[in-house]
């Protein structure tokens, strides 16, 4: 069964520090995989995906992250952090066609501290 | 552009009541549509989704159920409404084609009570 983890329940990091959020997901068939980034009250908004091509993936925000296919990860990465990007974030999957099915992971809380 | 859009924002209603939440999508035909469901400090979870008019797929057996009357309209509904329904429903769209993204709705807290 395909599954999505993201390590870090929670990252607090001080502001215009760097930070990385983890994705790792298990499939026995390629996929396409997001970041979608989620503000309290608010609907999930894409950040990023990787379809193909480079496996570095730029976004919006400031936002990149890298697909590594042998260690089946997608972790998140920004350099400097705002206040502002205190959200949840979600890693997602999609396997190649195989219907709408999009499996998320259980996201990750991104505390920017002053 | 693409717009989706999702309709009541908050909603507290008594167990046993009944339910209707509606999403539409408008500058884009014959999407893929989809409820999920977020519990508080948990992942989302996806209820239903449709590729059609009339064509209702359900990932979770529950009292809720989803109708897509038009191209662009998803309804979301309950005959009897219970209190471990209380969440946040998020509706999204999709395109056909398989490597689309999801783009969601802005949610509707509903509170059972």
């Known amino acids: ?114 | 552009s693409q717009t989706i859009h999702q309709w009541p924002a908050t909603l507290v209603q008594p167990v046993g009541s009944p339910l209707s939440l509606e999403c539409t999508v408008e500058g884009t035909s014959n999407p893929n549509l989809y409820w999920y469901r977020q519990a508080a400090g948990r992942g989302l979870q996806l209820l239903f989704y449709s590729v059609g008019i009339g064509q209702i797929s359900s990932e979770v057996p529950q009292n809720l159920s989803a109708s897509r009357p038009q191209d662009r309209q998803f309804i979301l509904s309950s005959k009897k409404l219970l209190l471990s329904d209380s969440g946040f429903y998020l509706c999204a769209w999709s395109r056909v084609s398989q490597d689309s993204p999801l783009h969601f709705g802005n949610g509707t807290r509903l509170t059972v009570t």
């Open chain 1, 1 to 114: 069964a395909q599954s999505v983890t993201q390590l870090d329940s929670q990252v607090p990091v001080f502001e215009e520090a760097p930070v990385e959020l983890r994705c790792n997901y298990s499939s026995s068939v390629s996929v396409y995989l997001f970041w979608y980034v989620q503000y309290p009250n608010q609907g999930l908004q894409l950040l990023l995906k990787y379809l193909s091509g480079s496996t570095l993936v730029k976004g919006i925000n400031g936002f990149e992250a890298e697909f590594n296919k042998s260690q089946t990860s997608f972790h998140l990465r920004k350099p400097s952090v705002h206040i502002s990007d205190t959200a949840e974030y979600f890693c997602a999957v999609k396997k190649y066609n195989y219907g709408q099915n999009f499996v998320f992971g259980p996201g990750t809380r991104l505390s920017v501290l002053p």
